[in-house]
């Protein structure tokens, strides 16, 4: 008997987990996905806006020396984004525990995903440092002077701008709060060496206009109903 009382709670528990993350390949069907090639420019080779990106290498490459930035920025390179948003908070808001909230950040973060990647392998921009060919700040040395993506747009941004964005749908009074972390992750990018700041200016954008779309998803919107009433469990504790 007691078999069978395991089985079945089991057995909740996965239809459960399954609901949850019944969009984790996203929520938006392919003739939805906004084209990346379409809607961004491409990458500066030279000029004006080129140059920006080489003078905001430079600063990054200043503020590296200051120790407070260089371990900041080391923290929030070796820290999954989870565990980064939770800090800026101030409180536990993601955990696995929490499904019907990681599971619309899991979609989300898909769909943004399928739009970056094809304009990464279109674009095959080179990362500031290895155009430089100069170590950029990793805690792996061998890390630092390599790379297995390209940099437009910036996955990370891309990342840090759609949990932001997903996150304020969720819990509205901390907007200021997530949009402030995911500028800070961002910058940290540049600061380190591994982007180029158009390459994050890129990746915001990619967030945005996937963003724009979710909010007019039927499944999204369930999803969201589901997480809030999940947020509201949290903050009760």
């Not at 392919?30 to 990106?53: C, Q």
């Not at 402030?180 to 390459?199: F, L, N, P």
């Not at 990619?206 to 949290?234: D, F, M």
Request: some cysteine.
């Amino acid at each position: 008997m007691k078999k069978v009382m395991l089985f079945m709670v089991a057995a909740v528990l996965a239809a459960s987990c399954s609901q949850a993350y019944q969009y984790k390949d996203g929520f938006l069907m392919i003739r939805e996905l906004p084209n990346a090639i379409k809607f961004l420019p491409a990458p500066p080779e030279s000029g004006p806006e080129y140059d920006k990106d080489v003078q905001a290498y430079e600063w990054g490459k200043q503020l590296r020396q200051d120790p407070k930035v260089r371990d900041h920025c080391l923290h929030q390179d070796t820290t999954d984004m989870n565990t980064v948003f939770n800090e800026a908070l101030g409180f536990k808001l993601l955990s696995f525990d929490y499904h019907d909230i990681m599971g619309l950040l899991a979609g989300s973060v898909k769909d943004a995903q399928r739009v970056s990647k094809p304009a990464k392998e279109y674009y095959k921009r080179m990362k500031p440092f290895q155009v430089f060919n100069e170590p950029s700040l990793k805690k792996n040395s061998e890390k630092a002077v390599s790379s297995s993506t390209y940099a437009y747009p910036s996955g990370h941004a891309v990342r840090s701008w759609m949990y932001a964005f997903v996150l304020a749908d969720v819990a509205p009074e901390y907007k200021d709060s997530l949009y402030k972390c995911a500028e800070d992750y961002s910058k940290c990018r540049v600061i380190m060496g591994r982007h180029w700041q158009t390459d994050i200016d890129a990746g915001k954008m990619v967030s945005t206009k996937v963003y724009e779309k979710l909010k007019k998803s039927p499944a999204y919107q369930a999803q969201l109903k589901l997480a809030r009433e999940q947020y509201k469990t949290i903050k009760k504790k």
